[in-house]
């Protein structure tokens, strides 16, 4: 064989080779594993437990969130489930008193002026900036002898607008005129449609689209949620129909009909 044929037939041939095992590499990938037949013991790291099923032999079962901090191995060295598991068992065991309820709504209306007006603020504040407040009430957080809510609302800038100190230092009490108004008492709950159903949400949702602002972890007792970690509220607390109607600035447009020809 001529040079200049070998010169042809090499890169041919790796070109061919080259394809051969990238054909296998993907092949292998997409191959499915061969279980076990024989009968293996149980891999370390596993507890017996009434919720853990063998589904076949030398198939390891998923092990419970609850579980997880009992099992020893790799598994408890990659994952800090102790406080989960704390956790857990600590929001199961949320419950409401009937007393708890009245309580908590008589503190909450301590610092409104009525029913659905913004809260007001119960320490000094410095009124020249809104980084203090989102500081605190960004996120939201509860202490042994405080109890920060989080914003119920998207971020605004002027937190003052709203929100107004209970005892101003710039500002004397002499300067109110007293009054005699009486604003609504809050909702004690929502309807249901029929009993044990998801009570419907008694007040508006605008401005308070944030539910766990006030019956989230920091939340008082009474108004707490006994689910918190169920994120989305409204799919089964429906908004109510009178309070949250949705106003159209104009009257809808409609696009014309086909034409349909006799």
């Known amino acids: 064989m001529s040079n200049s044929n070998k010169t042809r037939t090499t890169p041919l041939i790796a070109f061919v080779l080259i394809s051969f095992a990238v054909a296998g590499y993907f092949t292998g990938l997409q191959a499915p594993m061969n279980t076990s037949t ?12 009434k919720s853990t099923v063998e589904l076949e032999v030398g198939v390891i079962p998923a092990t419970p969130y609850k579980e997880m901090p009992d099992a020893t191995g790799a598994r408890r060295g990659q994952t800090r489930l102790a406080s989960l598991k704390s956790t857990i068992d600590s929001l199961a065991e949320i419950t409401i008193a009937p007393g708890d309820k009245p309580a908590a709504l008589h503190q909450r209306e301590q610092n409104r002026a009525f029913n659905g007006a913004p809260p007001t603020i119960p320490h000094p504040i410095d ?43 710039h500002m004397t009490a002499f300067a109110f005129r007293e009054n ?45 949620t006994t689910h918190p970690w169920r994120k989305n509220c409204q799919q089964c607390h429906a908004p109510s129909a009178s309070m949250d109607q949705t106003l159209l600035a104009a009257e809808p447009q409609f696009l014309p009909g086909p034409k349909i020809k006799e």
Request: hydrophobic content about 30%.
């Open 180 to 224: 005699n108004f009486t604003g609504l008492k809050a909702p004690t709950a929502g309807p249901r449609a029929f009993n044990g159903a998801p009570p419907q949400i008694p007040h508006s949702t605008w401005m308070r689209s944030d539910c766990m602002s006030c019956h989230g972890y920091a939340g008082r007792q009474g108004i707490r």
């Open 38 to 49: 024989s009968s293996s013991p149980r891999p370390v790291g596993l507890r017996e437990t």
């Open 127 to 169: 009124q020249r900036s809104d980084i203090a407040c989102v500081a605190c009430h960004s996120d939201g957080a509860k202490t042994k002898s405080l109890r920060i809510p989080r914003m119920s609302h998207a971020f605004l800038a002027n937190c003052t607008q709203c929100h107004v100190e209970n005892n101003p230092r």
